[in-house]
């Protein structure tokens, strides 16, 4: 039998067309293919009805998987570890197969772990700063925070050290300071390594809103970026800056100051969360609900769980389950899920059991097809 018999009951298929593949073909006389080879090799393949469906784009899922940041989030699969896209696509696989975490992008940069030491990606998914430091954080105002050797300084972006280690704990950089701890005090330096708070305080925070956290004696107060007190400490709790109002403590109670120290919230509530886009989440009577700026219940309390506002929504649990509302109280997501995160750059990871996924502001999973 020739070839040419070969090829038309081969073409005879029983499940529809078959795909052609012509492998190494050699034909005799003047019909002889340019191309020369010494195997003779017709190869007919059915379609892989499996294999085509598994491209196909369907809801992403992952074992775990970060916020979206600088265009990117992390999500990992089993062993695999990359970065997808606001379109579902991988855009940013890691080479090193040796990483067990990763962080989200910052400055260009992602904090990534080998092991028990921490090193920097690039946008490439290749070591920028190699594995090397014993704890790291994530950059901020060109800056990040780390540990070399038993002691904290601080690299730039090309892993250089700006400021040598020489503290026994340190922060990430907020505006323009930086907490340090140096024996059983806190201070604050500058991007010059300079100390321009003395560290003499029993505790401080980053500044936020260019003012910070510090406990003086037993109470807290603010400091001012020079080191002045801003706000008496006559608290027994205090927490950071956010949307013109912070968090005090006075006893068991909350309550929220403004930048002059007046009390805006009185200290009245069982527990709250800092303000965000207008709404804090405050717990009363057992359930979780939001007050606005001027202390007023802006959504009433109905929740299991209440987690700040990002992007117009926030996440909210009711009956275990997770959803988004509204700055009205509205369900834009209906509570559908085991877990949920916060909206950034327009999606929110979302958990369905055992894996997580994303969604965007309409509720709708995204799609795509990765690893």
């Given at each position: 039998m020739n070839w040419r018999n070969i090829l038309q009951l081969a073409l005879v298929g029983t499940l529809g067309s078959p795909l052609l593949s012509l492998v190494g073909c050699e034909f005799s006389g003047a019909n002889k293919p340019l191309l020369d080879t010494t195997?003779?090799?017709?190869?007919?393949?059915?379609?892989?009805?499996?294999?085509?469906?598994?491209?196909?784009?369907?809801?992403?899922?992952?074992?775990?998987?970060?916020?979206?940041s600088e265009g990117v989030a992390m999500v990992r699969l089993q062993n695999r570890i990359g970065y997808i896209d606001?379109?579902?696509?991988?855009?940013?696989?890691?080479?090193?197969?040796?990483?067990?975490?990763?962080?989200?992008?910052?400055?260009?940069?992602a904090l990534a772990r080998v092991g028990d030491y921490y090193g920097?990606?690039?946008?490439?998914?290749?070591?920028?700063?190699?594995?090397?430091?014993?704890?790291?954080?994530?950059?901020?105002?060109?800056?990040?925070?780390?540990?070399?050797?038993?002691?904290?300084?601080?690299?730039?972006?090309?892993?250089?050290?700006?400021?040598?280690?020489q503290f026994d704990l340190a922060e990430s950089f907020a505006d323009g300071r930086?907490?340090?701890?140096?024996?059983?005090?806190?201070?604050?330096?500058?991007?010059?390594?300079s100390r321009v708070i003395p560290s003499n305080l029993r505790d401080a925070w980053s500044f936020s809103e260019s003012?910070?956290?510090?406990?003086?004696?037993?109470?807290?107060?603010?400091?001012?970026?020079?080191g002045t007190v801003a706000i008496p400490a006559v608290y027994d709790g205090a927490f950071s800056f956010s949307g013109g109002l912070a968090r005090v403590r006075q006893g068991p109670s909350f309550g929220y100051i403004n930048p002059e120290g007046e009390m805006v919230v009185e200290a009245e509530l069982a527990f709250a969360s800092d303000f965000s886009e207008g709404r804090a989440a405050v717990l009363m009577d057992g359930k979780w609900g939001y007050i606005d700026q001027?202390?007023?219940?802006?959504?009433?309390?109905?929740?299991?769980?209440?987690?700040?506002?990002?992007?117009g929504l926030a996440a909210v649990q009711q009956d275990g389950r997770y959803g988004y509302i509204d700055t009205d109280g509205?369900?834009?997501?209906?509570?559908?899920?085991?877990n949920a995160g916060r909206f950034?750059?327009?999606?929110?990871?979302?958990?369905?059991?055992?894996?997580?996924?994303?969604?965007d502001e309409a509720g709708d999973l995204m799609t795509g097809s990765v690893f």
């Open positions: 195997t003779t090799m017709v190869e007919f393949i059915r379609p892989n009805i499996v294999a085509q469906a598994s491209q196909m784009r369907g809801p992403l899922l992952f074992d775990t998987a970060s916020d979206f606001r379109n579902g696509s991988l855009t940013i696989n890691v080479l090193d197969d040796n990483v067990t975490v990763a962080g989200k992008y910052v400055d260009g940069l920097y990606l690039d946008r490439q998914g290749d070591w920028a700063i190699d594995v090397q430091f014993r704890q790291a954080k994530s950059f901020a105002e060109g800056l990040a925070a780390v540990q070399g050797g038993s002691k904290y300084g601080f690299v730039n972006r090309k892993g250089e050290w700006v400021i040598e280690p930086a907490t340090v701890k140096e024996g059983g005090s806190y201070g604050y330096i500058d991007a010059n390594g003012l910070a956290v510090a406990k003086l004696d037993e109470q807290y107060g603010y400091l001012r970026p020079d001027q202390g007023e219940v802006a959504i009433a309390p109905q929740f299991d769980y209440a987690a700040d506002f990002s992007e509205n369900w834009v997501v209906e509570p559908t899920y085991t950034s750059e327009g999606f929110a990871r979302v958990q369905m059991e055992n894996q997580w996924g994303f969604i």
